[in-house]
């Protein structure tokens, strides 16, 4: 129905609709809706190329949509919807340098993101969306998050996928391997961006690394009362801000395991990690508590953890795979 500015239009609607067996209310509900017409995509994708090719620089926001994205479902694949790729491609073909701003609640295929400037994720942000982007965009905030899953480049490289049960059963072949910590079994194939990877606007060296075991029990009564939980020690390590402005850095910490030591484990696992300001020039130092559980596996035949003794090594990272420096851990087993 076309509608025309200053002309009423009279609507009647009617719908004949058999109850339910389920429905718990003898009612009926309908809303009457609508909209301006659809213009046509390949006119859209001209105008959008058209404004960029004029501009210094391009911001594209694309997304997904509670069609392919919600918690009521599981994803079928992990592609922007629509023709939002295109815009991308066609957008950083003019030559202007592109910023694309990803809103989406987990990952999603990138195949252009070598060919723009940047990618900021912006996940979800809510009504305050634009001041946000606007103070991250121009320098007044700096974006300071790191990634808490790994993005693939495509979904056929994701070592974990089948997640859909079959005659309502779903097998847990991965075991504990999930995440980066699958990714880092897997020759030959790496992903478009690990767990923990993020950037900001500055540059920062890595310069030092200390461990400092626990203090033993001196007496079996001080043994008794140790929580079996407790840190095996301390990491403290001092970054350095090299660039030209203040920043925000997030100091990870990995526990690798020694090798060969015979147990069915991920090479490495994150054992805490913390953030750290510092101006141009400046130094920053961080301590964080070295968890037992690190170096502890679920022993299923006694049904409680199990520490495993060896030479551990902690690592000080900006990411699963960006590893800075490293320190031994000697772990000693329990009386």
Known sequence: MELTAGEPVEVSLTCAVARPEEALLDAVCFSLLHRAPERDAEELLQEAVAAASA????????????RVESEGFDRAHLRLPGRQDELVRRVAATGTPTVVVVNAGSPVEMAWREEVAAVLLSWFPG????????DVLLGAEEPGGRLPTTWPERLEDAPVSAVTPS?????????VFIGYRAWERREGIAPAY?????????????????????K??????????????????????????????AGREVVQLYL??????????????????????AGPGETAEVSLPLPRRAAEIWDETVGAWRLIPGTYAAEAARSAADRRLS???????TA
Not at 128 to 134: Q, S
Not at 327 to 333: C, F, G, L, N
């Open 256 to 277: 690798t395991v020694p090798e060969d030591d015979g147990e069915e484990r991920p090479v490495r696992r994150l054992a805490g990690f913390a953030s750290v300001t």
């Open 216 to 245: 033993a029990p001196a007496t079996p009564a001080e043994a008794a009362v140790e929580p079996a939980d407790g840190a095996l020690g301390t990491v403290t390590v001092r970054v350095r801000n090299t660039g030209p402005r």
């Open 55 to 66: 501009a210094e620089v391009a911001v594209v926001v694309v997304a997904t949509t509670e």
């Open 327 to 333: 320190v031994p851990v000697p772990v000693r087993p």
């Open 127 to 134: 009504q305050e969306a634009g001041a946000a982007l606007a």
């Open 194 to 214: 690990w767990f923990g990877h993020g950037l900001g606007y500055t540059d920062w060296a890595y310069e030092a690394m200390d461990f400092t075991p626990a």
């Open 167 to 175: 005659e309502g059963r779903l097998v847990y072949d991965e075991g």
